[in-house]
């Protein structure tokens, strides 16, 4: 008898430490965000949102780049000169056969030891590489020059972000993925906590977690953050990502139970920027509406896979076409 009883204690135990460990493992013991103030004394270049490098390089692609005489033969070849050339070289080759894109992929690896920052680059070869089942091998050399660029170790959280799209992970395997992509993120965040980007990519994360697991109120926190410096700099800076962060904020607030203030949230998104789709159709619901909007969108009790084309941030540096 006495047995049996020192087993039970001995199993109520470990069921005990295993859910400390649970609960610790997925966050719902943290701490809140500490977010940084945000007001005009902050210098622009603290928020990390400089795209004009990804734009040059866009507006020099070229059709026939192996007609310029800039162009490299090799991968090894490729020098600040000749960049854009072997850009549009490297872009030839991805749509071409499996030979072809393995040599695009060498010119955009070479392309991003020679200017980590350039995130045209890196978004690249990145949506190639996972949409082509290389998430092993992209990992491994986004690993190897990490430490180049905050915007490396971003494209490595994305990759995260890009491996949720796997319909064959369990709810458990999402959570240790996103959480991964997470660490990057505060990482990056560490060195600079007013970078925006991993703010928002952070907020992501946490939004389409279970709301049992209590990680929304982390979502609402970054994207509140991520607000501030929207209105901070919209006088001053046009960006594509602004409407998106006044979505993803009124979601969270609403998938947090403030379904009120997500609502106004997205009416005056929609206000300032009447063109977006997203923010016309969220500013014309209801509260049942909206809750189920955000259900449906992002998930409410399970683990939501965010849109397959959430990690493409080419909208930072592309023109809108016509």
């Known amino acids: 008898m006495k047995t049996k009883a020192a087993v039970t ?7 005990l430490i295993s859910a400390f460990l649970f609960y610790t493992f997925w966050g719902i013991w943290s701490h809140s965000y500490n977010l940084p103030v945000v007001n005009k004394t902050v210098p622009v270049s603290k928020y990390n949102l400089d795209f004009s490098k990804e734009a040059a390089v866009v507006e ?9 005489p800039l162009f490299p033969q090799t991968a090894d070849e490729i020098t600040a000169d000749n960049a854009a050339i072997a850009y549009s ?7 071409g056969s499996s030979e072809n894109q393995e040599k695009g992929v060498r010119y955009l690896q070479e392309l991003i030891r020679l200017e980590p920052d350039n995130m045209a680059y890196s978004n690249t070869l ?21 430490g180049s660029s905050p ?4 494209q490595k959280a994305l990759a995260y972000v890009d491996l949720l799209q796997n319909p064959d992970l369990g709810t458990a395997v999402l959570g240790q993925t996103s959480l991964r992509s997470i660490q990057e993120l505060n990482e990056i965040l560490e060195q600079n906590e007013y970078d925006l980007m991993a703010r928002y990519a952070r907020g992501l994360n946490n939004l389409y977690w279970p709301s049992g697991l209590r990680r ?6 970054d994207f509140s953050y991520c607000l501030a410096v929207a209105k901070e700099l919209e006088p001053i800076m046009p960006l594509r990502l602004w409407p998106h962060i006044y979505e993803a904020y009124g979601d969270a607030l ?5 379904i009120e203030t997500g609502i106004k949230v997205w009416r005056d998104g929609a206000e300032q920027y009447p063109e977006e789709k997203g923010l016309r159709e969220r500013a014309k619901l209801n509260e049942s509406q909206a809750y189920e909007f955000v259900k449906n969108s992002r998930g409410i009790d399970f683990f939501q896979r965010p849109d397959p084309d959430i990690s493409d941030i080419s909208i930072l540096w592309h023109e809108p076409s016509s």
């Open 216 to 221: 929304t109120p982390y979502a609402v926190e």
């Open 151 to 154: 915007r490396i170790q971003l």
């Open 126 to 146: 990145r949506l190639h590489m996972m949409s082509t089942s290389q998430a092993d091998q992209l990992l491994s050399f986004l690993e190897e020059v990490k």
């Open 254 to 258: 609403v998938k947090n139970g403030d």
């Open 9 to 15: 204690i001995v199993l109520l135990v470990l069921t």
């Open 89 to 95: 070289y490297a872009l030839k080759q991805l749509r």
């Open 60 to 68: 020099r692609l070229v059709d026939k780049p192996e007609s310029s």
